[in-house]
């Protein structure tokens, strides 16, 4: 399986950057905070999906998605707490894009566990 011809992997990809983006106006003295926190966990879906792809069999393809759904988690409650910090202000589409992923995700799980 190609994990680059997967949906979920692509539009993980999207998040990735609008993630990148939006954390680039988080103060300088969290670089190594919350900056580099939502990063990693948005670096870890797409990552997570690619690397369980990679991997012989569905029982292993379904831990990895599962993993990558945890960092989805993480990532949004992380950007609520950016929220709440007033570092930014509530951004629709970016909702949006993790509403997209996260549906996409277990859809894919879904169907994978009934195989």
């Known amino acids: 399986m190609d994990h680059k011809e997967l949906d979920v992997w692509k539009k993980s990809m999207d998040l990735v950057e609008s993630i990148y983006t939006l954390t680039q106006r988080f103060p300088d003295v969290e670089k190594y905070g919350l900056t580099s926190q939502m990063r990693r966990a948005a670096v870890s879906i797409p990552s997570n999906i ?3 792809a990679a991997r012989k069999g569905d029982k292993e393809l379904l831990q990895f998605l599962y993993i990558a759904i945890g960092s989805l988690s993480e990532l949004e409650t992380q950007y609520l707490i950016a929220i709440r910090l007033a570092f930014v202000e509530k ?22 566990s009934k195989v």
């Open 50 to 52: 690619a690397e369980g």
């Open 91 to 112: 951004e629709v589409a970016l909702e949006k894009q993790m509403v997209e992923v996260k549906k996409l995700l277990l859809g894919f799980k879904n169907y994978i």
